[in-house]
Structures are given as structure tokens and as C-alpha cells.
């Protein structure tokens, strides 16, 4: 089993950036191809990035390339998140989850593992 635990949310004003993290314990994740989620209130949990077991690819949403960038410390059995130029649409808890596969854009289909969220809140 694979517990995972987010931390790093918090209140930030528009154009400032926060660095998420996504500790796992119980066992490696190594194995897994992990990605952070997030959703709105009212909207629909979407995905923000991925990355591969190995960490050599990557993937991110249109509306955050360029701003967002995904790592992974397989040693630290963490996932990041470092979010750049953070806009207030973008407020939304954000989770972190592990998959079995790899498909883009990630689907919530082959999560086997979430993340109880982080509240981020990008303030105007």
C-alpha cells in the first residue's frame, strides 16, 4: 500500500508561485507514473502534469506548459510540482496520484493511488 500526502498549498497573489509536494510512504513509487490533479469547485477534476517511472518524459496541460514544471525524486519518494505564474482561475485543491499506465492526457482511469489534496489559492 502507498500512502501519499500533499503539502506546499497555500494562499499566493496572482503571478506568484508555490511549490507543491507529494510524499509517499508505505512503499516505493518507483514503479509508478505519477501526476498531480486539480479541481475547482463546480468544475471537473482535471490534469495538470505528469511524469514517467523513469522521469524522462514528461507531460503538461496547454494552460500551464511553460509555467508549471513536474519532477520526481524517486530516492526521496517524492513528486513536485513547482507552479510559476499562478493565475487566479487556477485556484483549485490540487492532488497528487500514481498510475499503472501511461496515457495522455492522464486519466483518472488508472489512479491507483490519490492524494488527499492540497488547497492552492491564487488571490488577485
Known amino acids: 500500500q502507498v500512502q501519499l500526502v500533499e503539502s506546499g498549498g497555500g494562499l499566493v497573489q496572482a503571478g506568484g508561485s508555490l511549490r507543491l509536494s507529494c510524499a509517499a510512504s508505505?512503499?516505493?513509487?518507483?514503479?509508478?507514473?505519477m501526476s498531480w490533479f486539480r479541481q475547482a469547485p463546480g468544475k471537473e477534476r482535471e490534469s495538470v502534469a505528469a511524469?514517467?517511472?523513469?522521469?524522462?518524459?514528461?507531460y503538461y496541460a496547454d494552460n500551464v506548459k511553460g509555467r508549471f514544471t513536474i519532477s520526481r525524486d524517486n530516492a526521496k519518494n517524492t513528486v513536485y510540482l513547482q507552479m510559476n505564474s499562478l493565475k487566479p482561475e487556477e485556484t483549485a485543491v490540487y492532488y497528487c496520484?500514481?498510475?499503472?499506465?501511461?496515457?495522455?492526457?492522464?486519466?483518472?482511469?488508472?489512479?491507483?493511488?490519490w492524494g488527499q489534496g492540497t488547497q492552492v489559492t491564487v488571490s488577485s
Open positions: 496520484a500514481a498510475h499503472t499506465g501511461w496515457q495522455l492526457p492522464p486519466t483518472v482511469n488508472n489512479v491507483v493511488y
Open positions: 511524469i514517467r517511472w523513469s522521469g524522462g518524459r514528461t
Open positions: 508505505g512503499h516505493t513509487i518507483s514503479t509508478y507514473a
